[in-house]
C-alpha cells in the first residue's frame, strides 16, 4: 500500500481525488486534508495568504496520522504566485513541518512537462490574466518555452468548481496552439479527472492538468510508476508498473 497525503484548499474540484484513487489501483490511497482557504480570490494578496506557512502547517498532522509517505500543496495559484524561489521556500518548510518528501502542484506541472519530453506549452487558466501570467513567469523559470496564455477571468474557486465538461474542453481549445507540444490547465478548483482521455484525443496531444499532475507529483516523490490511460499520457510513459 502506498499512502499519498494532498494538502487542499477549501471545497472545489477534491472529488477528482477519489476518481483518480479509483483509476490507480487498489494498493494506491489518496488522503486529502482540507485548509482553510481564507478570502476565495484569485487575486495576488488572497493567494499569498492562501499559501502561508501556518495555514499549510495546520493540516500537517491529520495527514501524518493517516500515514501519508509523501505531501503535495494541491493549489497551483497559491504556490507559483511566491515566485520560483518562494515557492521552493514554501515546499521546504512544508516537508521541514511534516517530516516527509514535499512539492506542490506548480513543481508538480514542471516536472510533468520534463516527464512528457514538452518543450513548448500552451496555458488554458481559469485565473485573472495577471495571475495567468505569474504561472508562465514560474514555468519559463523552471526552463519551459511558454508559446501562448489564455486567462478566462474567473475570480473564484467556487465558481471554477462548478464548471463541466463543455467549459474545459473550450478552455483548452481556446488556449491551444500549433506550435504546443502539451496544453496545461492549471487550477485545483477545475474537475479534470473524468476528461482527460476527451482533452486528449480532441487536442491530439497531451493535457496536464492540476489534479493529474498533483497525484503525479506524490507518486514520483514515492518512487511509484502506474499505468492508469485513463488519467492521459502522463500516465501512460514507459518504464510502467502495472496495477
Not at 30 to 44: C, K, M, P, S, Y
Not at 86 to 113: E, I, K, M, N, Y
Not at 187 to 192: E, F, K, M, N, S
Request: with cysteine; aromatic share 6%.
Amino acid at each position: 500500500m502506498t499512502a499519498l497525503g494532498f494538502l487542499y484548499p477549501g471545497h472545489s474540484g477534491e472529488d477528482d481525488y477519489p476518481r483518480m484513487e479509483q483509476l490507480l489501483g487498489s494498493d494506491i490511497r489518496l488522503a486529502v486534508v482540507h485548509t482553510d482557504i481564507g478570502e476565495d480570490a484569485h487575486r495576488v494578496d488572497a493567494l499569498l495568504e492562501m499559501g502561508a506557512e501556518d495555514r499549510l502547517a495546520a493540516g500537517v498532522e491529520e495527514l501524518r496520522l493517516s500515514g501519508a509517505e509523501a505531501v503535495v500543496w494541491a493549489c497551483t495559484s497559491g504556490s507559483f504566485v511566491h515566485g520560483w524561489n518562494g515557492a521552493h521556500d514554501q515546499v521546504r518548510a512544508l516537508a521541514r513541518r511534516a517530516g516527509l518528501p514535499a512539492s506542490s502542484t506548480s513543481f508538480a506541472f514542471a516536472h510533468a512537462v520534463r516527464e512528457i519530453g514538452a518543450r513548448r506549452v500552451a496555458v488554458g487558466a481559469t485565473y485573472p490574466e495577471d495571475v495567468a501570467a505569474l504561472f508562465a513567469t514560474f514555468l519559463k523559470d523552471a526552463g519551459t518555452e511558454v508559446v501562448a496564455v489564455r486567462g478566462a477571468g474567473i475570480v473564484t474557486a467556487a465558481e471554477v468548481g462548478t464548471w463541466g465538461e463543455a467549459e474545459v474542453l473550450a478552455l483548452a481549445r481556446e488556449a491551444d496552439r500549433p506550435d504546443a507540444d502539451v496544453v496545461l490547465l492549471p487550477d485545483t478548483a477545475l474537475h479534470t479527472a473524468s476528461h482527460l482521455p476527451l482533452l486528449e484525443s480532441t487536442l491530439g496531444k497531451p493535457v496536464l492538468t492540476a489534479n493529474q499532475v498533483t497525484v503525479w507529483e506524490a507518486l514520483r516523490l514515492t518512487d511509484r510508476r502506474v499505468n492508469a490511460p485513463e488519467l492521459g499520457s502522463l500516465f501512460t510513459k514507459e518504464p510502467l508498473v502495472q496495477v
